[in-house]
Nanobody, 123 residues
Framework: QVQLVESGGGLVQAGGSLRLSCAASGRTFSTNTMGWFRQAPGKEREFVAAISRSGGILTYADSVKGRFTISRDNAKNMVDLQMNSMKPDDTAVYYC????????????????WGQGTQVTVSS
């Protein structure tokens, strides 16, 4: 079906930047809404950002708005998350996800998930 592989995670100091990438393969026509979610230790998975197929609709969690930017390149089957002005609270495992529906920000509606990549922000 669809395979998603995240990359770009790592350790960064507070105030720094990190760029995550998600490569999609398989039946990429099923990757309509693309999203990023994250899960911190002891916390539930939370929505971070989403982008529609054409890139015309974007939305962000309030906690990251103004700091993170989601983008996609359908020709390359790639989705990126540029993270700037990072905070220790951004520390989490970040997951790339794809939904067949044209627009959603609800985790349960995403059909495919990557394996996750660890992001750690030191204070």
């Amino acid at each position: 079906q669809v395979q998603l592989v995240e990359s770009g995670g790592g350790l960064v100091q507070a105030g720094g930047s990190l760029r995550l990438s998600c490569a999609a393969s398989g039946r990429t026509f099923s990757t309509n809404t693309m999203g990023w979610f994250r899960q911190a230790p002891g916390k539930e998975r939370e929505f971070v950002a989403a982008i529609s197929r054409s890139g015309g609709i974007l939305t962000y969690a309030d906690s990251v708005k103004g700091r993170f930017t989601i983008s996609r390149d359908n020709a390359k089957n790639m989705v990126d998350l540029q993270m700037n002005s990072m905070k220790p609270d951004d520390t989490a495992v970040y997951y790339c996800a794809a939904a067949s529906t044209s627009w959603t920000t609800t985790a349960s509606q995403f059909n495919y998930w990557g394996q996750g990549t660890q992001v750690t922000v030191s204070s």
